[in-house]
């Protein structure tokens, strides 16, 4: 780019954004329209041609470094870097991921999910809220300021995200590489649209999985029922104490704490869910407590007899698989242990399980005072036109993490084009295009203020 329509550093960058916007919509929808999912059993030829795309792009918005960190089991990782246009200028690090999950169930989509297709102010398609409206972000910031931003950049696009993959444990092994000073992590957006969130707390998640076997196989019910110990009911007892009768967690020692944030209403929470009408929201407390700042046990998973095929016998094998989500605080092994504990406490009916703890991940709670975020609330205000609220979120982004430690004294912001009633992994996912345009907006005035505000020094 030659820079001739970018906007002054010190400037206001919506006009430039407006004259930006046709040319980002047309590439976020050719990069909707491709299927990179990076999951087993599905082509990597998409993944890479999402790739390509992408480095094609950044070398248009101005980035002349760019490499491709092609690592063991795992898509390609795209890092691309700007560096400082002063000495006294500090470096952002910029995160996305151009993978997105399967679109599940192609008959609940109201249209072929990789074709983008036109709604009320926006797009539909899979991945297009989650990441690749925030990929599109990143680039328009670029755009704007003719390749030129007021900061050092460095570019981080994941290209295996929403699998998991060993990426999320390399920026410690090279941390020259993702040395910044701050980082917007953009696989987040608002409370809801139109509402500017920082997200500052992701919860810690782990995984265990519970067992018990009792009979060598499967007898009658009418000649062995009411003796013969019940492999099934020695299970759901078990798994009915890790809540008590409000539905809160009941494991003692997992950290729960008030939550002082923006969070969602009751009724906003239960359309977000699709929560049946009359039915009552599980837990005590703040939804923020509930949701953010304590834990959450779930059941993903159950190996028993199916209904469809039950017979009149006694359950000789069950099996539970669950996963835990603890306070960002927490360390993920202490949060798992005392799960493991207390479900090896037991003995229901006098009967041991076997415990299996899983994978852990741990959580992140951000650090809000320092002149990034300063920078930062300026920008979403200014973008959105009112203060931004702080959130949590109960998922898990483990990579931020492992760019934390490889640099330890860089402020992570995390904010971005989705919002919550984006339908993110589910069908008809879609982004606004207001969304977009404010993210784009705030993202060009923050690293303006942000950049002015680390040359003061204040």
Same mark, same amino acid.
């Given at each position: ?37 990076? /999951? ?69 989509? =109201? ?24 990929? *599109? ?16 950049? =460095? ?22 590489? /993702? ?43 009418? &000649? ?126 006098? *009967? ?82 207001? &969304? ?23």
């Amino acid at each position: 780019m030659d820079g001739t329509d970018a906007i002054d550093p010190n400037g206001d960058p919506r006009a430039a954004v407006d004259r930006l916007m046709d040319g980002l919509r047309s590439d976020l929808e050719r990069l909707a329209a491709i299927p990179s999912i990076a /999951f087993p059993g599905y082509p990597a030829e998409p993944v890479r041609e999402a790739h390509d795309l992408l480095v094609g792009l950044l070398r248009g918005a101005g980035v002349e470094h760019i490499e491709t960190l092609d690592l063991p089991d795992t898509a390609p990782v795209i890092f691309g870097e700007i560096p400082p246009p002063t000495p006294d200028a500090p470096t952002v690090l910029l995160y996305s991921h151009y993978d997105v999950q399967p679109p599940g169930d192609e008959s609940l989509w =109201k249209s072929p999910p990789f074709e983008p297709t036109a709604i009320e102010g926006g797009l539909r398609a899979r991945g297009i809220a989650d990441d690749k409206s925030n990929v *599109i972000a990143h680039l328009g910031m670029l755009r704007a300021f003719g390749g030129r931003p007021p900061v050092g950049v =460095k570019i981080v696009f994941e290209g295996q995200e929403e699998y998991g993959s060993p990426f999320d444990a390399y920026p410690p092994t090279d941390p020259d590489r /993702f040395a910044c000073d701050a980082m917007v992590i953009a696989d987040l957006g608002n409370l809801r649209p139109g509402t500017p969130t920082l997200t500052t707390g992701l919860r810690g998640a782990a995984e265990v999985t519970v067992e018990v076997r009792t009979l060598e196989e499967a007898r009658h019910s009418g &000649e062995f029922g009411g003796a013969a110990p019940d492999a099934l009911l020695v299970l759901l007892k078990a798994l009915a104490t890790l809540h008590d009768v409000h539905g809160d967690v009941a494991v003692e020692g997992l950290r729960r704490d008030p939550w002082t944030g923006a969070g969602y209403t009751d009724e906003e929470f239960r359309e977000l869910a699709g929560v049946e009408e009359g039915l009552p929201l599980l837990g005590s407390g703040t939804l923020g407590e509930r949701l953010w700042s304590g834990p959450a046990i779930t059941v993903i998973g159950l190996d028993v007899p199916s209904v469809a095929g039950a017979a009149s016998a006694v359950v000789p094998h069950a099996r539970a698989k669950l996963n835990l989500r603890f306070h960002p605080q927490q360390d993920p092994r202490e949060a798992q242990d005392l799960l493991v504990r207390h479900l090896r406490s037991l003995r229901p009916f006098g *009967i041991a399980l076997t415990v299996t703890p899983g994978d852990t991940g741990p959580g992140y709670e951000a650090s809000t005072g320092g002149p990034a975020y300063r920078a930062a609330r300026a920008a979403l205000k200014e973008a959105w036109g009112t203060d931004a609220s702080y959130v949590a979120t109960g998922g898990s982004i483990p990579l931020v993490n492992g760019l934390a430690q490889a640099a330890p004294n860089a402020e992570v912001l995390l904010f971005g084009a989705q919002d919550n009633l984006c339908n993110l992994h589910a069908p008809n996912e879609r982004v606004l295009f207001s &969304e977009l345009h404010a993210t784009v907006v705030a993202m060009c005035a923050f690293v303006r203020e942000y950049a002015a505000d680390f040359r003061s020094g204040s």
